[in-house]
């Protein structure tokens, strides 16, 4: 048998998965779906009389949440699709090294991660970030994560508190 040392604990996720299943039929607007291997949110869901074959069709249309690309998919109302786990998380920021990658401090927790880069979608998103960052001003970054992929998808600016 293995020992302990040959086993690697350093994880928190407990091997859960990144997407769970749920039936097209209810998955509706404003919501997510993977699509072609991209979680996406859900733009305009329409569906289907039953045919001559049984099933009723939700067909989809959404839009990538890391880069923003249009996809499309039928499905019947009844099959099951895959859902992203998708999570938001805020995030000050520190620093942002040549490489673009940006330091982010976690304030509930005190942690901080270097782990992110400057998002490249959508365009100049991630030189406005510099721009700002580099004209002095407090920013708060909103990471999503979905798909074990994670980028920066908002900023404000940070109010200073008055003493």
Known sequence: MGDIEDYDFSTGDAGSS?????????????????????????????TSKTGKHGHAKCNFVAIDIFTNKKYEDIIPSTHNAHVPVVTRKEYSLLSIDGEGFCSLLDEETSETREDIKLPDVPDNFGREIREDYEAGKNLVVTVLSAMGHEQIVAKKEENQPSS
């Open 18 to 46: 990144h997407v769970f299943n749920m039936e097209a039929g209810q998955i509706r607007k404003g919501g997510f779906i993977v699509i072609k291997g991209h979680p996406c949110k859900v733009n305009d869901v329409s």
